[in-house]
């Protein structure tokens, strides 16, 4: 009887652990991402973010939220860096020590992926900021798919093949860790799927650089006019402590 209570013990209470500590982060995350600037683009030009809120609203017949839109870059880091941390966590302690595990070449190439992806896109941003251009993200959010989906001319298929990516290899690193029964070596995936989402990456990038070239600003709908009662500055819309990705 002992035994089996002690057997119980030393089963559950790793369990508990791990779950609680990932459902904690998953919880401070979110509400992180949901209020803060942390998911979010960086507005560079509050009247022209005025703007596009006063045409917004009269084109849906209603008052917009003044969040400023969700950024795909920084969204993909995110949520990898939640992905790879939560399973690192609850490999290390329900099914093994960590410590003893060689270096696990998947997740450093994911997450070199993604960084360096929000990183091209921070770059681009302050070229862009610094040109004084009209940007597409100077805009009210629209809601999370339609914002990391859209560039200056709506939905985009580049756009949407890098979500794809994403949530196909997000997909099959969980099943990946759900298969794991001892030990503490994070999944591999392979050399094909890593290199699918390099290419998908690097064609988001190359495509993105060119969202808010100076040809393509009349295609970001902004009208003309400026409107007669200024809108207050939008939330989130500081850099804040995260202004290096975007």
């Given at each position: ?29 979110v ?31 209603k ?29 290390s ?12 070449q ?45 560039d ?17 290899g ?62 207050n ?8 402590g ?5």
């Amino acid at each position: 009887m002992n035994s089996t209570c002690l057997l119980l013990d030393l089963m559950v209470y790793p369990m508990l652990i791990s779950g609680g500590f990932i459902v904690v982060t998953l919880i401070i995350f979110v509400c992180l991402a949901a209020r803060t600037s942390l998911l979010r683009e960086e507005i560079s030009n509050h009247r022209e973010f005025n703007v596009n809120q006063r045409a917004q609203e009269i084109k849906l017949g209603k008052p917009v939220n003044q969040t400023s839109p969700f950024s795909l870059s920084k969204v993909q880091l995110g949520v990898w860096t939640m992905v790879i941390s939560s399973s690192y966590i609850y490999l290390s302690l329900f099914k093994g020590d960590c410590a003893e595990t060689e270096v696990n070449q998947t997740a450093l190439v994911l997450l070199g992926i993604f960084s360096g992806t929000a990183v091209t896109s921070k770059i681009i941003d302050k070229r862009e900021i610094k040109d004084q251009r009209p940007r597409h993200q100077n805009r009210p959010s629209r809601g999370f798919f339609t914002d990391i989906l859209s560039d200056d001319l709506g939905i985009s298929i580049h756009r949407f093949q890098h979500v794809v990516w994403t949530l196909v290899g997000i997909s099959i690193y969980l099943y990946k860790i759900g298969e794991v029964k001892t030990g503490c070596a994070l999944p591999e995936l392979s050399d094909t799927l890593l290199l699918l989402m390099g290419i998908s990456s690097a064609t988001f990038v190359a495509i993105r650089s060119r969202e808010n070239d100076a040809e393509d600003t009349p295609k970001t709908g902004v009208p003309d006019y400026i409107p007669t009662a200024v809108q207050n500055p939008p939330a989130h819309a500081g850099s804040g402590g995260n202004a290096f990705y975007g």
